[in-house]
């Protein structure tokens, strides 16, 4: 809940401005509610235009079960690396 507005915030900064996606390493959260669910929902929502995922979430397994329960991944990608999800977000944007 701490972090969840700042995320939500720069987040929508960066995508509504200059950045053509967003990589969110996830991968040390050990816990992860709704207001965290809420800010990448909202997340989602910004920069749209070219119809491909702009978000790309590396995610730690207590991250993956909170978006698996409310049906979140079938609306982000989630990734396994770092290096991964930055991969599927270049070929995303080709």
Do not use: W, Y
Request: proline share 2%; net charge negative.
């Amino acid at each position: 809940m701490a972090n969840s507005d700042g995320l939500r915030d720069r987040g929508a900064s960066l995508l509504d401005g200059a950045a053509s996606a967003l990589v969110l390493d996830l991968s040390e959260v050990t816990f992860f509610a709704s207001s965290g669910i809420a800010a990448l929902a909202h997340l989602r929502t910004c920069g749209r235009g070219t119809g491909s995922p702009k978000v790309h979430v590396v995610a730690s397994q207590a991250v993956r079960r909170s978006l698996e329960v409310t049906a979140m991944t079938t609306l982000l990608p989630l990734h396994d690396s770092v290096d991964e999800a930055v991969g599927a977000a270049r070929a995303s944007l080709s």
